[in-house]
T-cell receptor
Framework: GDSVTQMEGPVTLSEEAFLTINCTYTATGYPSLFWYVQYPGEGLQLLLKATKADDKGSNKGFEATYRKETTSFHLEKGSVQVSDSAVYFCALLMDSNYQLIWGAGTKLIIKP | NAGVTQTPKFRILKIGQSMTLQCTQDMNHNYMYWYRQDPGMGLKLIYYSVGAGITDKGEVPNGYNVSRSTTEDFPLRLELAAPSQTSVYFC????????????FGQGTRLTVV
């Protein structure tokens, strides 16, 4: 079945470090891909998305490129800030049934 | 804009009690979802609805019930609460068209003692 695999956390970085959070997926069709972020004590909110192969989603300095050949959607940011500390979820949406399939989440801790 | 509104934010239940978690959205979304999130874990789908009058089970439906009498409301009912239902519950909604983004409520933190 369809699935999403994220790198396990927590990921701990110093401020201004480069961030990569890996996400790979398994899907039979052509999903849309998303990164959601959950700040402490809050609900999830959309960070960025890509709806077809080679699309790049970007927001708040974060980027992710939809790579069909490697079935990946890795999240990157060139210089992280303490305020980026949160849990990041990768998800896919199948256009056949509009169900979101979620990764387990990766907790990111940024130290000043 | 209100978006997705969940109530209550916090609740403590005794084993065997029942309660209803309320969820309302004002975006005219067709799709609504209930998830639970256990500590340090991802989201597990409890129930979902593709429109008024239509509901279906997700990954972990046991111990819960839902109804969808209107487009706006999607309450989640817990019958005979058990400690295993201690979790944070999130309601979400999305449109079948447009940007497909799912909008989440702030969550309900439920403790069963």
């Amino acid at each position: 079945g369809d699935s999403v695999t994220q790198m396990e956390g927590p990921v701990t970085l110093s401020e201004e470090a480069f961030l990569t959070i890996n996400c790979t997926y398994t899907a039979t069709g052509y999903p849309s891909l998303f990164w959601y972020v959950q700040y402490p004590g809050e609900g999830l909110q959309l960070l960025l998305k890509a709806t077809k192969a080679d699309d790049k989603g970007s927001n708040k300095g974060f980027e992710a490129t939809y790579r069909k050949e490697t079935t990946s959607f890795h999240l990157e940011k060139g210089s992280v800030q303490v305020s980026d500390s949160a849990v990041y979820f990768c998800a896919l949406l199948m256009d056949s049934n509009y169900q979101l399939i979620w990764g387990a989440g990766t907790k990111l801790i940024i130290k000043p | 804009n209100a978006g997705v509104t969940q109530t209550p934010k916090f609740r403590i239940l005794k084993i065997g009690q029942s309660m209803t978690l309320q969820c309302t959205q004002d975006m005219n979304h067709n799709y609504m979802y209930w998830y639970r999130q256990d500590p340090g874990m991802g989201l597990k789908l409890i129930y979902y609805s593709v429109g008024a009058g239509i509901t279906d089970k997700g990954e972990v439906p046991n111990g819960y019930n839902v109804s969808r009498s209107t487009t706006e409301d999607f309450p989640l009912r817990l019958e005979l609460a058990a400690p295993s239902q201690t979790s944070v519950y999130f309601c979400a909604s999305s449109s079948r068209q447009g940007d497909l983004e799912a909008f989440f409520g702030q969550g309900t933190r439920l403790t069963v003692v």
